[in-house]
């Protein structure tokens, strides 16, 4: 089992920044694909970045946040951030971190496809004012 705790959230003026953070305890070993996604209240939970960290790193965007996210790892693999730039009031959700273990077919859509992960963390609130 693996256990995800998210923190970093908060409210933000739109154009501001924010930088989520998860970190991965227990069972780690039984993951290595680590992603963020998001649910804003009457809207379908969307993916929102992962990281695959196999054949130099892989990561993987939702259109809306290319060039003003970036998600990373640190060096032991269970710790992955969400560096948020230029945030929008779209932008707005709870913010979700997953991991899952993925071994063929790691990259793409597969990445922001929530089937694909198994655990979850609770959630950290990300609120974008104008």
């Known amino acids: 089992q693996v256990e995800l705790a998210e923190s970093g959230g908060g409210s933000v003026q739109a154009g501001g920044s924010l930088r989520l953070s998860c970190e991965a305890s227990?069972?780690?070993?039984?993951?290595?694909?680590m992603g963020w996604f998001r649910q804003a209240p009457g809207k379908e939970r969307e993916g929102v970045a992962g990281i695959w960290p196999h054949d130099g790193g892989r990561t993987y965007y939702v259109d809306s946040v290319k060039g003003r996210f970036t998600i990373s790892q640190d060096n032991t693999k269970n710790t992955v951030f969400l560096q948020m730039n230029s945030l929008k009031e779209q932008d707005s959700a709870m913010y979700y971190c997953a991991a899952a273990l993925c071994l063929v077919g790691c990259e793409g859509e597969r990445l922001l496809d929530g089937s694909t992960y198994k655990y979850w963390g609770r959630g950290t609130q990300v609120t974008v004012s104008a």
């Open positions: 227990g069972s780690t070993g039984t993951k290595n694909l």
